[in-house]
């Protein structure tokens, strides 16, 4: 996880519970209150619940579930890096994130780890002493419910590994992220402010020393801030952008004291590395990126191009067609933002694939398919698909053969505008 400052703390605990860490903590907690709540729980129960074990039976339960679990989290751990590392290496590195961040393979994890932690406990417990008769009956019916969750995780967690850091199980992981990112961007496209399109001549900035991504920003906080020092707050850096002292993260329209600096600051979640939920352009880029990747002179892989192009198609139709009822009225009537612009996130998504793979015809000719499709879902954006349509276009010239050049033109149809 990036390092952040600032930033609300529902943000905070948002992203810490995406961690595999915070899962594994619960799970061990739940684990060891579970062990231990077997040796006073039988003194609460009015009637004795006793079965004949045989000598140490539950101890050689315990041992095999820790010894086996030891295995199975080690196990684990192997297949989630080399997961990892496959999608750095065959996608985009900007992919990890959101493989760390399976629930899935997090809950297997959690799992592994919560269940040694009962066993072991339930073994240390089980020599010192701590559990009656009753409660090692007990115990032994807890083991046997562990066990039975590991079995459906585990059996869950094999099949997940089918396809767990392949290509297409990264694919649709970024289209997800992009989707749901440009989607919200969408709705929000100014996060409930005022759009700002020009800047005030008499504002004062508030910027920070160090460069810095913006995460996300609690605009709810700036109006709150707007309105206690009757002022108005011109946001300079969207998620996705990086702030310095070049690039200040908000304007005001007071002289601001050191105080509302740090208040401003603090509506400001900052970190090293870009992150997908408010920024519309990362998960659009890394799948520019992986599309890249498969069309380098090492890797020739034109399909994936194709499928990413596909993706592409369907995380901008779904963002085009939202209604307009969806979308959010005024909500801060004191804070300023900027749009992210159209142009710019048809340009990440499409002119990458289109220079690195103007040797392909294929690639250009379903990009060409994808803009006309798209210019149909809205015709609002008709000249900027254009316009990039005749990019693709011109691209083929300087790379394709007559035929060849032929066939990416008539993909974009009958009578295209270029």
Same mark, same amino acid.
């Given at each position: 996880?990036?390092?952040?400052?600032?930033?609300?703390?529902?943000?905070?605990?948002?992203?810490?519970?995406?961690?595999?860490?915070?899962?594994?903590?619960?799970?061990?907690?739940?684990?060891?209150?579970?062990?231990?709540?077997?040796?006073?729980?039988?003194?609460?129960? $009015?009637?004795?619940?006793?079965? =004949? +074990?045989?000598?140490?039976? #539950?101890? %050689?339960?315990?041992?095999? *579930?820790?010894? @086996?679990?030891?295995?199975?989290?080690?196990?684990?751990?192997?297949?989630?890096?080399?997961?990892?590392?496959?999608?750095?290496?065959?996608?985009?590195?900007?992919?990890?994130?959101?493989?760390?961040?399976?629930?899935?393979?997090?809950?297997?994890?959690?799992?592994?780890?919560?269940?040694?932690?009962?066993?072991?406990?339930?073994?240390?417990?089980?020599?010192?002493?701590?559990?009656?008769?009753?409660?090692?009956?007990?115990?032994?019916?807890?083991?046997?419910?562990?066990?039975?969750?590991?079995?459906?995780?585990?059996?869950?967690?094999?099949?997940?590994?089918?396809?767990?850091?392949?290509?297409?199980?990264?694919?649709?992981?970024?289209?997800?992220?992009?989707?749901?990112?440009?989607?919200?961007?969408?709705?929000? $496209?100014?996060?409930?402010?005022? =759009? +700002?399109?020009?800047?005030? #001549?008499? %504002?004062?900035?508030?910027? *920070?020393?160090? @460069?810095?991504?913006?995460?996300?920003?609690?605009?709810?906080?700036?109006?709150?801030?707007?309105?206690?020092?009757?002022?108005?707050?011109?946001?300079?850096?969207?998620?996705?952008?990086?702030?310095?002292?070049?690039?200040?993260?908000?304007?005001?329209?007071?002289?601001?004291?050191?105080?509302?600096?740090?208040?401003?600051?603090?509506?400001?979640?900052?970190?090293?590395?870009?992150?997908?939920?408010?920024?519309?352009?990362?998960?659009?880029?890394?799948?520019?990126?992986?599309?890249?990747?498969?069309?380098?002179?090492?890797?020739?892989?034109?399909?994936?191009?194709?499928?990413?192009?596909?993706?592409?198609?369907?995380?901008?139709?779904?963002?085009?067609?939202?209604?307009?009822?969806?979308?959010?009225?005024?909500?801060?009537?004191?804070?300023?933002?900027?749009?992210?612009?159209?142009?710019?996130?048809?340009?990440?998504?499409?002119?990458?694939? @289109?220079?690195?793979?103007?040797?392909?015809?294929?690639?250009?000719?379903?990009?060409?398919?994808?803009?006309?499709?798209?210019?149909?879902?809205?015709?609002?954006?008709?000249?900027?698909?254009?316009?990039?349509?005749?990019?693709?276009?011109?691209?083929?010239?300087?790379?394709?053969?007559?035929?060849?050049?032929?066939?990416?033109?008539?993909?974009?149809?009958?009578?295209?505008?270029?």
């Amino acid at each position: 996880m990036a390092n952040t400052s600032g930033g609300s703390l529902l943000i905070h605990v948002q992203r810490a519970l995406r961690t595999v860490w915070a899962r594994a903590i619960a799970f061990t907690g739940a684990a060891v209150l579970f062990a231990l709540a077997a040796g006073f729980v039988g003194a609460w129960i $009015p009637f004795e619940i006793t079965v =004949e +074990l045989g000598q140490n039976s #539950v101890d %050689s339960i315990l041992q095999i *579930v820790a010894t @086996a679990m030891l295995t199975a989290t080690t196990f684990s751990i192997t297949a989630m890096v080399t997961a990892y590392s496959s999608a750095t290496t065959i996608a985009t590195p900007r992919s990890t994130k959101l493989l760390i961040a399976d629930p899935t393979s997090q809950t297997a994890l959690s799992t592994f780890t919560g269940a040694f932690v009962f066993a072991l406990v339930g073994i240390i417990a089980l020599s010192t002493g701590y559990y009656t008769e009753q409660g090692r009956t007990i115990l032994f019916f807890g083991t046997l419910v562990v066990i039975g969750v590991i079995v459906i995780t585990l059996l869950r967690w094999i099949g997940h590994l089918a396809r767990f850091g392949r290509m297409a199980d990264v694919i649709d992981r970024v289209e997800d992220a992009a989707s749901t990112a440009l989607t919200a961007y969408m709705r929000r $496209p100014t996060l409930g402010a005022r =759009e +700002l399109t020009r800047l005030p #001549v008499s %504002s004062f900035p508030i910027a *920070v020393t160090d @460069a810095r991504y913006v995460i996300a920003v609690d605009v709810a906080r700036l109006d709150a801030l707007a309105h206690e020092h009757d002022c108005e707050v011109y946001v300079g850096a969207t998620p996705g952008t990086i702030a310095d002292v070049l690039h200040p993260l908000a304007h005001v329209t007071v002289s601001p004291s050191a105080a509302l600096r740090d208040q401003v600051r603090a509506a400001f979640t900052l970190g090293r590395h870009r992150d997908y939920d408010q920024d519309p352009r990362l998960g659009v880029i890394a799948l520019a990126e992986i599309g890249s990747r498969a069309l380098s002179p090492g890797t020739n892989d034109p399909g994936t191009a194709i499928e990413v192009t596909a993706a592409l198609q369907r995380v901008f139709s779904q963002a085009f067609t939202i209604p307009d009822d969806d979308v959010a009225e005024l909500e801060h009537d004191r804070v300023w933002v900027p749009r992210t612009q159209v142009e710019d996130l048809l340009a990440d998504a499409f002119r990458p694939l @289109a220079r690195d793979g103007a040797g392909f015809v294929e690639v250009l000719i379903r990009i060409q398919k994808c803009l006309v499709a798209l210019a149909e879902t809205a015709p609002e954006h008709r000249a900027l698909l254009d316009r990039l349509s005749a990019e693709v276009q011109a691209r083929a010239r300087g790379a394709l053969r007559r035929r060849e050049v032929a066939a990416v033109r008539d993909a974009a149809g009958p009578t295209p505008s270029f």
